[in-house]
Each structure stands twice: as C-alpha cells, then as structure tokens.
C-alpha cells in the first residue's frame, strides 16, 4: 500500500456518507446527522468524534498510526474540520472539509 493509496482511503472516509456503499455500509462518516443538530460546543465535538470514527479502521488495520481532527465554526452553520493523520510510513496527511449544521438561530 503506498502512501497515496492511504492519502486516497482518508479523503474518501471523511467525503463519502456511512451508508452510501452497498457492500460495505459501515464506510464513511456521520456528518449528515449535524444538519439538524444546534450550532454549539456538543456540535463541535460530534463533529471530531465523527471524523475519528470514520477513520477508525485505518488505525485498525495499521494503515495509519494516529488521528487527530479538530473543528470550528467558520459561520453560525457551518463548521470547518481539518484532521492531520500519521501513517506508518511517518509521513502525515492532512485533510479539511466544510460540514454543515443547524443554525442556532433556527433551534
């Protein structure tokens, strides 16, 4: 497995839903469950702990050897989450995506 090919599994966990594959439905992430969810801290830290989630089996199966992600608010909706990643090789990846949640203003 070359470093690419991990880059590659990493961007697809954190884009593509849980659910969304066919033969394997545990795959991806939960961010969609935000959507409804109030603009605050809880929020926040769902958010992480989904991307951690959705990362989990790459530490399970020693392609990465850590995971970190991180999220703030970018605007009252939405959410930026950066995660930075360490793959055995030591070489570390990093990725950002928008989510979307529920604004404070509509709870």
Not at 28 to 53: C, D, M, P, Q, W
Request: aromatic share 12%; with cysteine; proline share 1%.
């Amino acid at each position: 497995m070359t470093f690419d090919d991990i880059k590659q599994e990493v961007e697809l966990s954190l884009t593509v839903a849980k659910g969304s594959f066919f033969k394997k439905p545990e795959f991806g992430h939960r961010f969609k469950e935000l959507l409804k969810a109030v603009a605050s801290e809880n929020t926040r830290i769902r958010a992480v702990k989904y991307a951690e989630e959705a990362l989990q089996w790459l530490l399970d199966i020693k392609h990465l050897k850590s995971v970190e992600a991180f999220a703030s608010y970018d605007s009252a909706d939405r959410l930026l989450i950066n995660v930075e990643c360490v793959a055995y090789t030591g070489k570390t990846i990093t990725f950002s995506r928008f989510v979307e949640v529920g604004n404070v203003r509509n709870s």
